[in-house]
């Protein structure tokens, strides 16, 4: 059965203003509506969390590999336990060489999401480049208008033309997820950017 956004979410359950560390309802039908039609396309999640993203992920995409440090998968496979599609990779992102076993399916979106420092969104860009990719590649980033080292990276990326700016997900600058210190955004919650090849 093809369930419709509305759906997931509910099954999701967690917003952002419920927990800081996922992304917002809002995003997640704004990325539902960006990537329509990639039901045959495959995608790369640098950080689960608790999965409740990648749920999503995996009823746009023909497959999703999901990476996350070890013994991290329990709720994200809790959640998603009746979805096939997904793949948990269990490594460090910033430590461990990419297993090439996972490799061999042309990916067409990441998913970045994991260390939101400066260098650890542009390692996450390096690395997925060592991916096979498809002829149109796309870069998610949550938290671009919420963590100033996620949105000087991401603009850096687009500075130097190796990303091309696409669409905008989710709230808009000055959004207050609250908690302690509120948490309010400067810009876009997320972004879409084409890699340029």
Request: hydrophobic letters at 30%; proline letters at 3%.
């Given at each position: 059965m093809n369930k419709t956004i509305d759906e997931i979410l509910k099954e999701v359950v967690e917003?952002?203003?419920?927990?800081?560390?996922?992304?917002?309802?809002?995003?997640?039908?704004?990325?539902?509506?960006?990537?329509?039609?990639?039901?045959?396309?495959?995608c790369v999640e640098f950080g689960t969390h608790k999965g409740q993203t990648t749920r999503v992920l995996a009823h746009l995409f023909d497959h999703v590999y999901t990476i996350n440090l070890p013994k991290h998968f329990d709720e994200a496979k809790s959640l998603n336990f009746d979805l096939g599609n997904i793949d948990y990779i269990e490594m460090d992102l910033y430590q461990d060489p990419i297993d090439v076993n996972f490799k061999h399916k042309p990916i067409s979106v990441f998913f970045i999401d994991a260390v939101h420092t400066f260098d650890a969104v542009m390692s996450d860009f390096s690395r997925a480049l060592n991916f096979k990719l498809d002829n149109e590649v796309y870069f998610v980033f949550d938290d671009y208008g919420c963590i100033k080292e996620v949105f000087y990276?991401?603009?850096?990326?687009?500075?130097?033309?190796?990303?091309?700016?696409?669409?905008?997900?989710?709230?808009?600058?000055?959004?207050?997820?609250?908690?302690?210190?509120?948490?309010?955004?400067?810009?876009?919650?997320?972004?879409?950017?084409?890699?340029?090849?």
């Open positions: 917003d952002k203003k419920d927990n800081l560390s996922t992304t917002s309802f809002k995003f997640k039908k704004d990325l539902w509506d960006q990537f329509q039609g990639f039901e045959k396309k495959n990276a991401v603009n850096q990326l687009i500075r130097i033309n190796q990303l091309q700016r696409i669409s905008y997900l989710g709230h808009e600058s000055g959004h207050n997820f609250g908690g302690f210190p509120p948490r309010i955004l400067t810009d876009y919650e997320g972004i879409v950017c084409k890699l340029i090849q």
